[in-house]
């Protein structure tokens, strides 16, 4: 369990310094469509591995197709949302 600790905790860091940086310095944030997709197959898979600690072979059934699936989801979100 404190795997889970960690990578939680080394993710908050990573977003933080992120979110610092970009606030700062100033810049421009052009990625809306892509963090929600992020967000959506963060939460996905995120719902699978609080159930278990260990995942079985189905999983791969769900995980798998989730990267072409963010990819034409990205394509709509951007054409449908005009995030640029």
Known sequence: ???YHKVFL????GFCVLVSVIYFRGFTWHFSAEIVVVVFVCIIMGLLAS???????????????LYPLSMIVVYFVNDAFQFS
């Open 10 to 13: 080394n993710n908050i860091l």
């Open 1 to 3: 369990m404190q795997i």
């Open 51 to 65: 159930l278990k600690s260990k995942f079985p072979d189905w999983t791969l059934l769900i995980a798998f197709p």
